[in-house]
C-alpha cells in the first residue's frame, strides 16, 4: 500500500519528531508499504495550520496515498505506533495525545448533555486524572509517548479528535469535499478547530473516528515537553474510558 506521512511545520522541530518520523517510515517500509513525506512549511518559515493540513492532504491524495498518517511537528511516537494504527484497518483512528495546557485533558471529544461538561469534552473527571497524575510523581520521567501491549478492547469511538497523530483512509478524502479542512475559530485564537471541523464532516458523511488507547502519542511544546505528566495521566485514561463509553451508550 501507499502511506503518506504528512507533516505540517507549524513550529521549529525538536529531535524527538524528527525520531518519530524516522520510526513511523521504517515501521512501514518494513511492511512492504511504500511511504511518501509530505511537507508543507520549513524550519524557518512555518506554515499556517489549516493551509498545510489541506495542501499536504491534496499532495497525499494526487500521489495515490491509501493512507494519510498526520504526524504534527510537536508529536512524540516510540516504535510499532503507525504499524498498530494501520493494522485496525478503520477509515480515521488516531493516537491517545494530550492538550499542550494544563489542566491535563484528552485531545478528543464526544458529545454529552452532562451539565458538568462542555458540549464536545471527553468523558473522564478531570479530577480524578489530576488526582492521579499529582499522586504518581515517579511515573513522571518520559515523554509521553507509549505502546501499550495490543488488547481487543483497543478502540474508544468519539466525535471529535485532534489530527496530532492520527491515520485517515484514502475513502475519507474521496467522499468529504474540499477543502477537507477549515478553521472554525477567530483569526487570533492560537487552535484552528480545522481538525475537529474535519472530523464532524467525516462522521456526517458516516465514518466512524476512533482513538486506539493502546497508541499514545506525545505532545511537545518549545523545548518543553509538558507530556511526561501524560504519560502518567493515560492510565486514569483508559481506566475510565470504558465506563464512560457505556454512560454515553446508555444516554444515547
Known amino acids: 500500500m501507499n502511506i503518506a506521512i504528512g507533516i505540517p511545520i507549524s513550529r521549529k522541530f525538536d529531535w524527538r519528531t524528527c525520531l518519530a518520523l524516522i520510526q513511523a517510515q521504517a515501521d512501514l517500509a518494513a511492511l512492504g508499504h511504500r511511504v511518501h513525506f509530505a511537507t508543507a512549511g520549513n524550519h524557518e518559515r512555518p506554515a499556517p495550520i489549516v493551509a498545510a493540513r489541506n495542501a499536504i492532504a491534496v499532495e497525499a491524495y494526487e500521489w495515490g496515498a491509501d493512507f494519510l498518517l498526520w504526524i504534527d511537528s510537536d508529536a512524540t511516537a516510540t516504535p510499532g505506533m503507525a504499524a498498530r494504527l494501520l493494522s485496525r484497518d478503520v477509515p480515521i483512528v488516531s493516537a491517545l495525545c494530550f492538550k499542550r495546557k494544563y489542566p491535563v485533558t484528552p485531545a478528543c471529544g464526544r458529545k454529552t448533555d452532562d451539565p458538568n461538561l462542555g458540549p464536545m469534552d471527553f ?130
Open 123 to 252: 468523558p473522564p473527571p478531570i479530577a480524578a486524572v489530576s488526582a492521579w497524575v499529582n499522586a504518581h510523581g515517579e511515573m513522571q520521567n518520559a515523554d509521553g509517548a507509549v505502546l501499550l501491549p495490543d488488547e481487543p478492547q483497543w478502540a474508544l469511538s468519539v466525535d471529535v479528535v485532534g489530527t496530532h497523530y492520527t491515520l485517515i483512509r484514502r475513502d475519507v478524502l474521496e467522499t468529504l469535499p474540499r477543502p477537507w479542512y477549515k478553521r472554525t475559530t477567530p483569526p487570533d485564537d492560537g487552535a484552528t478547530g480545522s481538525d475537529w471541523w474535519f472530523c464532524k464532516q467525516a462522521k456526517a458523511a458516516g465514518f466512524p473516528v476512533y482513538v486506539d488507547l493502546t497508541v499514545v502519542s506525545g505532545h511537545l511544546e518549545g523545548s518543553h515537553c509538558i507530556s511526561v505528566h501524560d504519560f502518567a495521566a493515560w492510565t486514569v485514561v483508559i481506566r475510565y474510558s470504558k465506563y464512560a463509553q457505556a454512560q454515553l451508550e446508555e444516554s444515547n
